[in-house]
């Protein structure tokens, strides 16, 4: 057999793979959006109707007569627009000092940092829990979103985009006069804007589909998130997964958007010195 036979039934393998996994991803997406669109009697039918007899939107009404999705709407935005602020903010600064500048115990640091990074998160949700408590910032803002600012992992992937930036610009920067904060921001940044855009849209994406820890530092529905409103719709005995799925669907709507909207940056990024010329 020929060595481009073999690479074309390679290639056939590969694409089938992907093609199985792609229906079994696709499948509980479509049932979750085609359900919230059902009456509870085809929700329940046997065998499975997959698609409703007529089109309607009441579960979407029932979910905003239930909870108050604008208020969580509004809180959920405030959160994950904080977050991703702070959060890029602080991870810039200290992937750049890890980069590109040299001080006492920077190997050190940068070691005990990535140990941090590898205990589970579950472990350190009580003593973090204790502090908030401490501090007053329970049931508030500050509550939800400080302890979540501090990534190791972002901070470590742009510390990573930061090295591939060649040392020869940070001479040629610091001959003309350029301090640390204006080459970073006038140099550093654009250069690393797709790896930066695809981490940007990583911790969108987490930190507006946060639950657990909103769920343990409020107590009161003013600041609650979507997701511990759609945890909300949820019985003890029985759940009517008809407004459960609707309002899958409210929240979904802007993950789906910024992935769009994302998608070209967030792939340019990805693959960014994968290839080289």
């Known amino acids: 057999m020929s060595i481009k036979k073999r690479q074309k039934r390679s290639a056939l393998l590969a694409y089938i793979i992907l093609a199985v996994g792609a229906v079994f991803m696709i499948i509980p997406f479509l049932w979750m959006v085609l359900t919230s669109f059902k009456t509870y009697r085809e929700t329940v039918k046997l065998p499975i109707q997959w698609f409703p007899a007529e089109w309607n939107f009441d579960n979407y009404v029932e979910v905003l007569k239930q909870l108050d999705f604008l208020r969580y709407y509004r809180n959920t935005i405030l959160v994950t627009v904080t977050t991703l602020v702070a959060m890029t903010l602080i991870a810039s600064l200290a992937a750049y000092a890890f980069a590109r500048m040299e001080f006492p115990g920077k190997n050190v640091i940068f070691a005990l940092l990535l140990v941090v990074y590898m205990v589970p998160p579950q472990m350190t949700m009580i003593p973090k829990y204790m502090m908030i408590t401490k501090?007053?910032?329970?049931?508030?803002?500050?509550?939800?979103?400080?302890?979540?600012?501090?990534?190791?992992y972002t901070m470590f992937m742009l510390r990573q985009f930061f090295v591939s930036v060649p040392k020869e610009l940070d001479e040629a920067a610091e001959i003309d006069g350029c301090t640390n904060f204006k080459f970073l921001y006038t140099i550093g940044v654009p250069l690393i804007k797709p790896s930066l855009g695809a981490l940007i849209i990583y911790v969108f994406l987490q930190s507006w589909n946060y639950y657990l820890w909103p769920l343990l530092v409020t107590d009161s529905v003013n600041m609650r998130t979507v997701q511990i409103g759609l945890g909300m719709l949820q019985g003890a005995e029985a759940t009517d997964f008809r407004p459960v799925m609707a309002g899958a669907m409210v929240i979904l709507i802007p993950s789906i958007l910024v992935f769009i909207i994302g998608q070209k940056q967030m792939i340019s990024g990805l693959t960014a010195g994968a290839v080289k010329g």
């Open 135 to 152: 501090l007053g910032w329970v049931d508030t803002l500050a509550g939800i979103v400080v302890p979540n600012i501090f990534s190791v």
